[in-house]
């Protein structure tokens, strides 16, 4: 079973930045951390959850939600089986609890407990 560990969460002013981490583990029959498409979601409290940022196996690829693109970047380290979202230019919509997500093929996805972040002054 994948675990996801979140981290990096707080509370931060509005213009100011944060960067998130996610550190995975428990690969197992012969799947690895590049196996899996790695994805930030975030959840704003009464809302649905909402894909933030994609990232392909091999990081050669992203993609962001129209909302933060040009301010949010993910990126991976398939040696340190960690994904990282970092966030500039905070707003405080950016509020929200974030979440990473390990994707593998149309039937294996799993889920991280999720890191507050707060943009408030």
């Known amino acids: 079973q994948v675990q996801l560990v979140e981290s990096g969460g707080g509370l931060v002013q509005p213009g100011g930045s944060l960067r998130l981490s996610c550190a995975a583990s428990g690969f197992t029959f012969g799947f690895t951390f590049s196996s899996y498409v790695m994805r930030w979601y975030r959840q704003a409290p009464g809302k649905e959850r909402e894909l933030v940022a994609s990232i392909t196996t091999t990081g050669g690829s992203t993609v962001q939600a129209d909302s933060v693109k040009g301010r949010f970047t993910i990126s991976r380290d398939n040696a340190k089986n960690t994904v990282y979202l970092q966030m500039n230019s905070l707003k405080p919509e950016d509020t929200a609890v974030y979440y990473c997500?390990?994707?593998?093929?149309?039937?294996?996805?799993?889920w991280g407990q999720g890191t507050q972040v707060t943009v408030s002054s």
């Open positions: 997500s390990a994707i593998r093929g149309f039937s294996y996805q799993f």
